[in-house]
């Protein structure tokens, strides 16, 4: 049986999120404005670290690093795709009419 690594308090972790489908919508310049302010607000809510963040069109990669006593990045991740979903999905092309979550929102992997 495989010995994952579990979720541990104050940690350093490193993420990848997709886009929907795959699309190239990350470095859009409407866009772009619009994942770093809902970044902004979710580290004002939830207190975490950027230490390095690599954008890609359809994908992103970064390391984050929690709090002290805090191990829940899950929430961070489900808000942050929610709240850019509902912002990029509410403006001109190229993510008009899609879903929030369906078509521009980060895919969890699990």
Same mark, same amino acid.
């Given at each position: 049986?495989?010995?994952?690594?579990? %979720?541990?308090?104050?940690?350093?972790?490193?993420? @990848?999120?997709? @886009?929907?489908?795959?699309? %190239?919508?990350?470095?859009?310049?409407? =866009?772009?404005?619009?994942?770093?302010?809902? =970044?902004?607000?979710?580290?004002?809510?939830?207190?975490?670290?950027?230490?390095?963040?690599? =954008?890609?069109?359809?994908?992103?990669?970064?390391?984050?690093?929690?709090?002290?006593?805090?191990?829940?990045?899950?929430?961070?991740?489900?808000?942050?795709?929610?709240?850019?979903?509902?912002? %990029?999905?509410?403006?001109?092309?190229?993510?008009?009419?899609?879903?929030?979550?369906?078509? @521009?929102?980060?895919?969890?992997?699990?």
């Amino acid at each position: 049986m495989l010995n994952y690594r579990r %979720a541990y308090a104050g940690n350093t972790w490193f993420f @990848t999120r997709a @886009t929907g489908q795959r699309r %190239a919508i990350l470095c859009d310049d409407r =866009l772009r404005p619009l994942l770093r302010q809902t =970044l902004k607000i979710a580290k004002e809510r939830w207190p975490f670290r950027i230490d390095a963040w690599v =954008l890609l069109p359809d994908h992103l990669h970064c390391i984050l690093t929690l709090p002290e006593g805090d191990a829940n990045f899950s929430k961070r991740w489900g808000w942050i795709k929610k709240e850019f979903g509902k912002q %990029a999905g509410s403006g001109p092309a190229p993510c008009r009419g899609l879903a929030a979550n369906a078509g @521009t929102g980060l895919r969890l992997p699990w």
